[in-house]
């Protein structure tokens, strides 16, 4: 008769005791935002693991919250659904953001450089563009040619980057005043990542000097990077002007080609 | 494809890159759009009021003062440069062909419709080329006399590009400024368009340059100037009838083949 009672008239005392279905079950999932957001894991003790890769852009998104065991004044943090302040990513180790930015740069280069289904659809292609993952490559692309050179070398790393950045510029532009519809930074973003397959042809003719080898490496990655590029700046304008949105891409990448055989 | 492209709301935004809106993908009406893009192509630079789609500068009175007061906004919109891009395909490629072969039609195909796309292009392949081929070419002189001191001079890069940049753009501005000091009236972008297709004829030119016969290689840079300049004057000569200026079209004519010299001498030593 003791238990009974105390079950029917308190209520509230049951409920407080014991952990709630509600809060036991975000324990096992975390807060999965939408596209940049990231968990900040500060002070309270989580217990599910960081997701290695970043969020597809689809429905599917397990959104939950999770709540500290002790009931203190904890930061709750909660995905960008309105249901309260966005999630604060100054706080979060500087590595957490790296590797965030890391992901999104390999996933970005999955889509763009490598086969996928995605490919015939321009506007899924780099809908999580950025920024990075352009400078790093053109960067780097300047650098190899810059050491693979025995004279003028800061001369051979200017001349690369101005080429390579204020034509990816340039080309944009050109299809925006051809009357194409694509979005000005996502273009800036694709041309960068494709350049991804010249860098290893330029970092395999670094370490070996060999006439032949050089353009046939440089053959190759050419054909894939042009490769890259073209659904996506053929499907931007007009069919009857392809051609001419085409041909400054092929030229600009052939040129950056030709710095790659010549420079020994 | 995705359209979605087309409504983005960025027309309203001050300085940015305007998406092509609804307007410019409607085929236009034959004969009053014509009549309109021409007359608005007399005058360059473009006036931003009045362009079909276009970006239209916020607040800007919608009568015949809004030239003064919105005029410099239009050098920094895309959209205002567009109809100098109205061009397919095929009319690029009509244009290329009739630039190297002599007939004196090339200037009554850009007069309704001068392109920028060709002089822009024509200008950036001829650096590429002047500067990849020059060095080849002096490569393979090099491997012909036995000496081996050949190094790759990407200072080529820079050179090829300050002397096509400036020659395709100052060039015919001087020339236009002479022609309006004596009196006839012509058109920037016209000069423009005619002087850039003009320099297609170096792009097989320094292919042919590659071989490494000196007597060959003057014989084909003078006949590569040699046709240039006869473009020039026989387009020039065209477009200004009535006005008898026959120093201004020597000394274009004079300047293109300084200009074919400079190439030999300079990039293919």
């Known amino acids: 008769m003791g238990p009974t009672w105390t079950r029917s008239h308190c209520p509230l005392i049951h409920l407080a005791g014991a952990p709630s279905p509600a809060s036991r079950a975000p324990r096992r999932g975390r807060v999965v935002s939408p596209t940049r957001a990231s968990i900040p894991v500060s002070s309270s003790p989580a217990p599910a693991p960081v997701p290695t890769k970043p969020p597809l852009p689809a429905a599917s998104i397990p959104i939950s919250v999770s709540v500290s065991p002790v ?29 965030r930015d890391l992901a999104r740069i390999v996933s970005n280069l999955k889509l763009v450089v490598f086969p996928n289904p995605y490919r015939e659809d321009p506007g899924k292609a780099l809908r999580d563009w950025d920024l990075w993952g352009p400078f790093f490559f053109i960067v780097f692309l300047g650098l190899t040619l810059s050491w693979s050179a025995s004279v003028k070398k800061s001369e ?7 080429v390579l950045a204020a034509g990816a510029i340039i080309l944009t532009l050109n299809v925006l005043l051809l009357g194409g519809h694509i979005i000005f930074f996502q273009s800036l973003s694709l041309l960068g990542y494709c350049l991804f397959p010249l860098d290893v042809g330029a970092l395999v003719c670094m370490l070996k000097d060999n006439v032949i080898l050089k353009i046939v490496v440089v053959t190759i990655t050419l054909a894939w990077s042009s490769w890259a590029a073209y659904p996506f700046m053929s499907a931007a304008v007009n069919p009857r002007r392809k051609a001419l949105a085409l041909y400054p891409v092929f030229l600009m990448y052939i040129s950056v080609g030709f710095l790659i055989i010549a420079i020994d | 494809m995705d359209e979605g492209y087309a409504n983005l709301p960025t027309s309203h935004l001050l300085g940015s890159v305007p998406a092509v809106t609804q307007d410019d993908r409607k085929p236009s009406p034959p004969t009053a759009q014509d009549a309109a893009a021409t007359s608005r192509l007399q005058e360059f ?38 109809p100098y891009f109205n061009v397919d395909t095929d009319v690029v490629v009509d244009r290329l062909i009739s630039s190297i072969y002599p007939m004196d039609g090339f200037y009554r195909k850009i007069d309704a419709n001068p392109d920028m796309y060709g002089p822009l292009w024509i200008t950036t392949t001829l650096v590429f080329m002047l500067a990849a081929f020059g060095n080849y070419a002096t490569y393979l002189m090099q491997n012909k006399n036995d000496l081996d001191i050949w190094n790759f001079d990407v200072g080529y890069f820079s050179w090829a590009a300050s002397v096509m940049y400036g020659y395709a753009v100052i060039v015919p501005g001087m020339f236009f400024f002479l022609f309006q000091y004596f009196g006839s009236r012509q058109s920037l972008v016209r000069f423009w368009c005619m002087w850039g297709y003009s320099l297609f004829v170096f792009i ?21 100037g040699g046709a240039s300049s006869w473009f020039i004057a026989l387009n020039l000569k065209e477009c200004t009838e009535g006005a008898d200026l026959m120093v201004l079209m020597a000394s274009a004519s004079v300047l293109q083949f300084a200009l074919a010299l400079f190439i030999k001498v ?3 030593a």
Not at chain 2, 47 to 59: C, K, L, Q, T
């Open chain 2, 266 to 268: 300079f990039f293919f």
């Open chain 1, 71 to 99: 009931p203190a004044s904890v930061s709750v943090p909660i995905g960008a659904n309105g249901f309260g302040p966005p999630p604060n990513t100054l706080t979060e180790p500087v590595w957490d953001t790296v590797k």
């Open chain 2, 45 to 82: 630079p473009p006036a931003p009021g009045g362009n079909g789609g276009g970006y239209r500068p916020p607040g800007g009175p919608a009568d015949g003062d809004v030239e003064n007061q919105a005029d410099w906004k239009g050098y920094f919109n895309v959209a205002s440069y567009a």
């Open chain 2, 204 to 224: 097989p030119g320094s292919v042919l340059l590659l071989i490494p016969v000196e007597f060959l290689r003057w014989v084909i840079i003078a006949l590569a």
């Open chain 1, 156 to 162: 051979v790393f200017a001349v690369a980057f101005a």
